[in-house]
């Protein structure tokens, strides 16, 4: 049985950082493109970052330079490390993982960013 499950999302005031974390079992972790999207109130869920099962990453422009995407394929983790952050990162924060037709979602995980 999948699972995929975050952690890490909370409150915090702008210009500060939180890690968030997703924990997996039930798949071949390390063959699966890790993805980190986000869904604020009113808008569509947007790609936030990705990482390869080759390590190879790739960022939403309204991120680059603040975030961070990482995976540990020993501890079957996927780590999204948000910096500077802004009054309009606050979102739920999506894991995902995929690999030829599977995909599989975490349950989300609320991020708030408020004075």
């Known amino acids: 049985q999948v699972h995929v499950v ?3 999302g909370g409150l915090v005031q702008p210009g500060g950082s939180l890690r968030l974390s997703c924990a997996t079992s039930g798949f071949t972790f390390s ?3 890790s993805n980190w999207y986000r869904q604020a109130p ?3 869920r947007e790609l936030v970052a990705a990482i390869t099962s080759g390590g ?3 960022y939403a422009d309204s991120v680059k330079g603040r975030f961070t ?3 540990d394929n020993a501890k079957n983790t996927g780590t999204l490390q948000m910096n500077s952050l802004k009054p309009e990162d606050t979102a739920v924060y999506y894991c995902n993982y995929r ?3 599977y995909d599989y979602w ?3 995980i609320q991020v708030t960013v408020s004075s």
């Open 6 to 8: 975050e952690s890490g």
């Open 31 to 33: 063959m699966y493109a």
């Open 42 to 44: 009113g808008k569509q």
């Open 56 to 58: 190879r990453t790739n």
């Open 69 to 71: 995407i990482s995976r």
């Open 99 to 101: 690999n030829s037709g």
């Open 106 to 108: 975490g349950q989300g």
